[in-house]
């Protein structure tokens, strides 16, 4: 069973930058996309990032592009989520999560999540 442990998560101030990981086990990492979404108070979740298998490939929503940055060490089991340039509806409870698949679609596992909040 695929479990996800994310870390990284605190108070900053707006403009600040904080490093999300999400530490994978149970299976090969290597074999599944990977990404990251978020869920403000009363709003849905919704998609950040999402990083392919080897890597090589990322995609991200519009209100992060330029600074946030996805990426994956595939040798520590482990993705990250580089926030730059923190606004404050950056706030929210940020969950890693898997798919077993080439791109990330329709995830299958996700973490615990891990509280970002950005104060103004």
């Known amino acids: 069973q695929v479990q996800l442990v994310e870390s990284g998560g605190g108070l900053v101030q707006a403009g600040g930058s904080l490093r999300l990981s999400c530490a994978f086990s149970?299976?090969?990492?290597?074999?599944?996309?990977m990404g990251w979404f978020r869920q403000a108070p009363g709003k849905e979740r919704e998609f950040v990032a999402a990083i392919s298998r080897s890597g090589a490939s990322t995609r991200d929503a519009d209100s992060v592009r330029g600074r946030f940055t996805i990426s994956r060490d595939n040798a520590k089991n482990t993705m990250y989520l580089q926030m730059n340039s923190l606004k404050s509806e950056d706030t929210a409870v940020y969950y890693c999560a898997a798919q077993r698949t080439l791109l990330l679609i329709t995830p299958d596992y996700w973490g615990q999540g891990t509280q970002v909040t950005v104060s103004s």
């Open positions: 149970g299976r090969t990492f290597s074999s599944y996309a």
